[in-house]
């Protein structure tokens, strides 16, 4: 055991007195081992062990792109859909709106290529108004006011039907409407304000071939009378 350990010191002093390059030195001292035995030498190790390091940190970096590419699938599909809804939909005050009075509403629907309902039953007096975006001058909205003779008294009808996404000052009172019911397959959503005249007034909103509509009725009794109007919408 003496010798075998004599002789490998031997060569590695004899690398330390000769100019040798690293090559020759390391075929001597593999040799030798070979020869007598022993350890293996320091730089397998350290080859070994900046191997494993490597690969530790390669699982670590391929876990880290996982992460970031299932976050960033995450936000591509739920954010947007986040951003559409109703609260987070551009607001509009009254002076970013124009409106124009709408003479003859059929001619008006048929020249803009409009495709929606509105409230065709007799009326003593009928005025409609449309309401442009001023940035963009896309039209946003249309409203009807109407005059209707009941059984029970007037009623005043004021429908908004809207075109684009988007929330609106005109419709801020259809903001919270707490009770939900079903018209004509169609699911409202609605509120019942009384008045301290003994009136109420009604407010529904609901979803119609992609369109929006606000519908309030302000009325002497309000048994049916959502049913009676939306039903009438043509």
Known sequence: ??????????IKNF???????????????????????GKAPTHEKEEKGEVLASSRKRNIV?????????????????????LRG??????????????????DISVFLNDNELACKYY??????????????????????????????GADGFDTIELGIVFVEGRFKEFDDFEDLTETMEIDGLSV?????????????????FRLDSLVYY?????????????TYIGALA
Do not use: H
Not at 1 to 10: L, P, S, V, Y
Not at 20 to 27: G, I, P, R, S, V
């Open 62 to 82: 391929i876990w880290c792109v996982s992460v970031f590419l299932v976050c960033a699938l995450f936000l591509a599909i739920f954010l947007p859909l986040t």
């Open 189 to 205: 959503q609605y509120l019942q304000e009384e008045q301290a005249n003994g009136s109420c007034i009604l407010y529904a909103s």
């Open 120 to 149: 065709k039953g007799s009326a003593v007096s009928s005025t409609y108004q449309a309401g442009y975006i001023i940035e963009t001058n896309v039209l946003a909205f249309l409203q009807q006011q109407s005059l209707v003779i």
């Open 86 to 103: 109703g609260n987070d939909l551009k607001y509009y005050n009254y002076e970013q709106i124009k409106t124009e009075n709408i003479d």
């Open 15 to 37: 690398k330390e007195q000769f100019p040798l390059n690293a090559e020759d030195t390391k075929k001597a001292e593999d040799l030798t081992r070979e020869l007598y035995g």
């Open 215 to 227: 519908l309030q009725v302000t009325t002497q009794s309000a048994e049916g009378k959502l049913e």
């Open 1 to 10: 055991m003496d010798d075998k350990r004599d002789i490998i010191d031997e």
